[in-house]
């Protein structure tokens, strides 16, 4: 087919007078428009930075309330007469923890809302995609209104409420505030006077000792005394059993079961803590750490 006529004037004289295939060399040489992808994967950077920054500050959130909760429970919510709480609460203020959020978790470490409500504890259990068990733990003034969030937020994440708690073994756990010269070695012992099962030290040097869930209060009370040490939490967690932790193969899977947990958050102001029977696998420990900062334990 021969060009139309306003191409062949607007050519210059050089392109024109030369064979097609120097016109073609021509035309590679003015494309230098670079890849529509790249703006993408500095968004997606950007993105996936954020959350890991979100991530962290979400960890300390949690760390506060239930901290908050505990010393609320154990020596009562008025701070003039509770020194742990008093300083909790100092601390938490100078961290930018709301107002709104330490009333609520100091109310909570006395069974109620801010309201005066008494709270419920809701326990939901599902299978998360790759057969992932998960269980989510909620305080709550409206039991109904909790079970029917947290199950619609499991569903929109693909997975489904079902019995997973099979896949779990339930243990209580008391964190001691640090104290120098006391570790694993110099609690040990006493632990198992009390009734402990183990005793390990958490990611900040603290004496970790793990109950019988029944006994944890007793236990921990008993720890505290006899090494004068301070309760900073105490609770009881979903510890997933070895023989059922499915590996985490890649850093979508990973970045999705991380995301799931963001959405409880945002949105169930009742939630307490999160499991799931995950192993590493092979992705990488920064990624990995993102996902354990997130689940309780």
Request: with cysteine; net charge negative; hydrophobic share 40%.
């Amino acid at each position: 087919m021969a060009p139309s006529r306003g191409f062949t004037t607007r050519l210059p004289q050089y392109i024109t007078a030369t064979k097609p295939p120097y016109i073609c060399q021509t035309y590679r040489h003015l494309t230098t428009i670079p890849p529509l992808h790249s703006g993408h994967n500095r968004w997606s950077k950007i993105k996936h930075d954020k959350a890991k920054v979100d991530s962290v500050k979400n960890k300390q959130r949690s760390i506060f309330s239930a901290e908050l909760s505990t010393a609320s429970k154990l020596g009562g919510p008025d701070p003039t007469l509770n020194t742990r709480l008093a300083d909790l609460i100092t601390k938490a203020k100078r961290e930018g923890f709301a107002k709104s959020s330490i009333e609520a978790a100091i109310a909570r470490g006395q069974g109620r809302s801010t309201s005066g409500v008494a709270l419920e504890s809701v326990t939901v259990e599902g299978i998360l995609p790759g057969n992932v068990g998960v269980i989510v733990e909620c305080e709550t003034d409206n039991k109904l209104r909790t079970l029917a969030d947290v199950r619609l937020i499991l569903k929109e994440a693909g997975g489904a409420s079902t019995p997973s708690a099979y896949l779990f073994e339930k243990k209580g756990r008391v964190v001691f505030e640090a104290k120098e010269g006391v570790g694993v070695d110099e609690a040990l012992e006493v632990a198992l006077e009390a009734g402990a099962v183990d005793v390990e030290v958490d990611e900040e040097g603290r004496v970790v000792v793990l109950s019988e869930p029944g006994e944890t209060k007793a236990v921990g009370e008993a720890v505290a005394a006899a090494l004068g040490l301070q309760i900073a939490r105490s609770n009881i967690l979903w510890d997933p059993k070895e023989d059922t932790k499915v590996p985490v193969q890649s850093e979508e899977t990973a970045i999705s079961f991380a995301g799931f947990v963001d959405e409880l958050e945002d949105r169930e102001p009742s939630l307490q803590a999160v499991a799931m029977n995950v192993a590493q696998g092979s992705v990488d420990d920064a990624t990995w750490k993102d996902l354990q900062a997130r689940l309780s334990g």
